[in-house]
C-alpha cells in the first residue's frame, strides 16, 4: 500500500467489475505504474511496477485503475522516506514471528482469526513507537495492537487506533501482535506498521491518514499573514491567562487530560472579531469549545458568547446513507464563530476539549485564529446519492466514471467564513473530450449548488484530472477556491451490517466510458438559450433518445436550478420520444441567465457488458474452426502413417499422435470458449436496476419586462 520515495515498488491489484484494466493512475506526475512482464515478454495479469521518484511528496496519494467501465474508486497509496517491506511467509505465531528493523514500515494484511506477530530488539532505556496504519489508508481493520516480551506475555496493549509508545527496561528481544478487533482478515484488512525510535520527550507524530469530509474548511483562505504563538503554560485558571493581543493565531494543546487553556485580551466597544478552531479537521479525536467572558471592575465574569461546532450547510442524512440527506458530512466539531464586543474592557476566552477528560494525548492539538472579518468560502463536493427507497440500504463509492450520452451530478455545499453571503460560480475545466461541465451556482446567501457533467454521445474514451473551482467577487475582488471531491472508502451494499465511510479525494479524476450509454438522454431540442420575459411562461420541448427498456412506462422529474424560482415537476413518459417543460416566471422571479436540469429515477432493463457476448461468440467460433482444422490434419496423418514405408512409420505415427494432442487441446479450448459464452450470455442478461436519470442542462435568459416594452 506504500513505497519509499526514491524506489520503485511491485504492486498487485485486486478488484470488482474492473474488467479490461489498462492503466493504474496515481493522482501525482512523481508515480508512474508499468505493467510487469514474465519471461516471455507479456504483461502479468493485475501486477505492476510503480516508481516513485526521488523528489515525490511524502504523504497519502490517489491510486486508480483505468477500466472498461472508466476509472475504478480510489485507494490510497503512501509514500514514506522510510525503507519498506512486505510480509512474505505467514507469521501468525510467536515462533514464526517476522523480525522487524527499527526504522521501517511492514505491509501486510490481516489473515482472519489470527494474530500477526513481528520480533524487535531493543536495548535498555531505548523508546520506540509502533504505529499501524489501517483505517487512515482505506482498510477495514480495526487495529490491536500488543507489544510483549520474547515470551509473548502482553507489557502493554493499545486497542482504540492508537500507537505504542514504549520504553525498554532491558536488552531483550520483544514482540508485536496485531490483530485486528473481532479478528477479521482478508484482502480488504491491509496495513501498515511502522517501527521508529524517539527520544525521551520528544513528540511522536503518526503515521499520514486520508482527510475526513469535515476538514474540507481547513486550512482557512487567506489566514492572517502573522507569526504563530504557542500557548504558555500554565493558564488553566483565569488568575494564570496567557495575555495576547488581537488578531493572533495560536497553536496548543489539549494536554493533559481535562486541560482548559485560558486567553486574555481587551477589547474597544464595537468591534467584531471572528474565532476559528482547528483540531478535529486536523484528523484528531477532539470536540472543541470555546466560551468568552468580561471580566467587569470587580473582576467578575459575565458571559458573552459560546462558540462550538460548525454546522453542516445541508441536512445530513440521519441513517448513514441517502434516504433524507447526502451521506456526507460537511459540518465539523471544531468552531467557526464570532465575537461581538458591547462594552470596552478585558475579555477572556477559554477553549477546551468537551471530551478531553477521557483522552491524554499531547498529539491533541489545536490552532485558535481571533482576526478581523475576512470574508471567504470553503467547497466541498459529491456525486447525488438515490433519494432511496425503503428498504434499500446501500451507500455507494460513485466515482466520476460517465456513460456516454449520459449527465451527472454532483452537490456542491460551501461552509461561508466571516459574513460573506455572496453568489459563488462554480466551473470544472481540463475535461476528456466529449465532456462539458455546467455549473450551477450557489446563489446569494444560501449553501448548496449543483455541479452537471455530461458525456456526449460519441464521446471518446478517455480520462484527465480536472480543475473544479468556485469564483465569487469579495470586497471588488476576484477570488478562486478549490473545490475538494468527496467519496467511499468502500461501496457499501446493506448499511445495517457496515457503516459507510466517507473521506476527501486528492484530486478530480473524470472519465468517459464508451463501451456503456446512458439508458435515456434527455435533453433541450434546441442547443440554445432560451430567452423569456419575467412574468410570461416559457415552453421548452424536450427530446427523449432512448436506448434501454424500463419497467415502467413514466418517469417523475424534478427541477434543480441555480436561482430560477417555480421550477416545474413533470411526469414523463419513458416510452415517447418528446415532451416539454412549461416553466412559469412570475413577477418575482429576478431577470438573468440561469441552467437549469431535470432529474428522477426509473427502473430500467440492463445489459451487463453485451459486447463480451459478441466477442466470446466469434472465439467460440474461431476455436471451433480451429478445433475442425486440426481434426482433418490429425485424420490425414493418422492415415498416411498407415501406409509409409516401414522405415518412415516411427515418424509418421510420431507427427500423428502430435496432431491429436494438438486436436485434443483445441476441442479443450472450444470448451472453455463455449464456458466463457455462457458465463458472458448470463451476465448479460436484462436485469432490473434502479437508475439516476438527470437531463442535459438547460439555459434559460429571464428578462426584465421593461425590456419588452
Known sequence: MGGQAGSTVEITITSQHAENATELLFSHSSLTATPKLDGMGMPIPDTYLVAINADCPLGIHEARLMTRLGISSSRAFNVGAVPETTRQTPNTSLDTAMPLEMGTICNAAMTKQSVDYYAIQLKKGQRIVVDCAAHGIDSKLKPVLILANAQGADLLVERRGGSLDFIASESATYVIKVHDLTFNGGGEF?????????????????LPTIKTVSSFSWPAPGAIDQNTTAEIEPNNQHNQAHKVSLPCHITGSFFPAADVDTFEFTATEGEVWWVEVASERLGLLTDPAIVVQQVDAEGNLIDVVEL???????????NGYSYDGPPYNAGSLDILGKVEIKTDGIYRLQVRDLFGGTRNDPRNIYQLIIRKAQPDFALVSWAIHMQLRNGDRNCLSKPLALR???TMAFEVVTVRRDGFDGEIELTMENLPVGVTASGLKIPAGESRGMM??????????GFSN?????????????VTRPCRLASMQWPVSDQWSEIPSPRLLADVPVSVCESEFAPITIASALDKVWEVTAGEKLTVPLIHTRRNEFSGPTINLMGWSDGMENLPTMETSLTADTSEAVFDLAQTQKPGLYTVAFYGSAVTKYRYDPAAVEAAQAAVESAHERAQDLARKAAILADEAK?????QQEAAKQAAQAAALQQTVAEQEVASAQKNLQDATAKSQPTDIVDIIVSTPIKI?????DKAE
Open 190 to 206: 491491509f496495513y501498515r506498521l511502522a517501527l521508529r525510535e524517539f527520544a525521551p520527550g520528544e513528540l511522536a507524530s503518526r
Open 308 to 318: 462550538n461546532d460548525i454546522p453542516s450547510p445541508v441536512k445530513v442524512s440521519s
Open 404 to 406: 456516454c450520452g449520459s
Open 452 to 461: 452537471l457533467l455530461t458525456a456526449d454521445e460519441g464521446a471518446p474514451r
Open 466 to 478: 480536472a480543475s473544479f473551482v468556485g469564483r465569487a467577487t469579495i470586497d471588488g475582488q476576484l
Open 643 to 647: 501406409k509409409v514405408p516401414v522405415d
Open 701 to 705: 435568459r429571464v428578462n426584465p419586462t
